[in-house]
């Protein structure tokens, strides 16, 4: 089995607890060596400063390649491109470009009067600061999509506007990513596209936050659980699972994988290892 390059996704904390945690989970995957790193940004934007400070922390302290979140939601374009252009200046270069949720208590996302409509105008303007774009892909119809086939023209589109490769919603069958790979090339669309991984912490969690997203649950998966459940077995599940998830997709051509951390290293770091990934020890380490 091939050994593919990893990413990590990291989210900014919101308490003092939660930055322990952030730093634990940096500390422990860095040696890793992931080709890039990326760091959310919060429904309405609501981690922005949290989101700017943790890139830069990252990068400064870690040397890390990272890649910030960044969306249309709440901000005029000045605003927005002015954030762009605080990472550019700590030298993060590469973008993770959304159109963002809409803000807590509301149903759909409304654009800013003075802000960017859609993840297009974003992905334009910021190809035009000269950013590396990466951007989401659905392998499962977004929720505001009307089936898969609008979710690829769309990130044919978002290509076209100057997108360079794309992340993954999570899923939990190879087979449908492999089949969203395929609709992909057949559209033309020329650009790495990275399957996004959860290694799942807490299946009762992971099925709500499938639910929002749309992400099909599998009713065997659902089985599954319930009797690893029952037999306190539901770490070695998951560890089994998610292993088996990432080698069927590295055995079907898949070179990357990004990992959704939710700020906790210890499966991730587990599942890595499974595939042959082993901390890698620098210089100054042992000088």
Known sequence: MTTPRISFEFFPPQSLDASFRLWDTV???APLDPSFVSVTYGAGGTTRDLTHEAVGTIHRNYGLNVAAHLTCVEASREETLEIARGYAKQGVREIVALRGDAPKGAERFTPHPEGFANSLELIEALAGEGFDIRVGAYPEPHPDAADTA???AWLKRKVDAGATSAITQ???EPDTFFRFRDACEKAGID???IPGILPIENWDGVK?????CGTQVPA???DA??????DDREDLLSTALCTELCSELIDGGVEDLHFYTLNKPALTRVVAHALGITPQIQLRDVA
């Open 225 to 230: 659980y319930a009797k690893a459940k029952r």
């Open 170 to 172: 999570f899923f939990f």
């Open 191 to 193: 650009v790495p596209i």
């Open 150 to 152: 609008a979710d690829v």
């Open 208 to 212: 709500r936050f499938a639910r929002r």
């Open 27 to 29: 500390r422990e995957l």
């Open 220 to 222: 065997w998966l659902d």
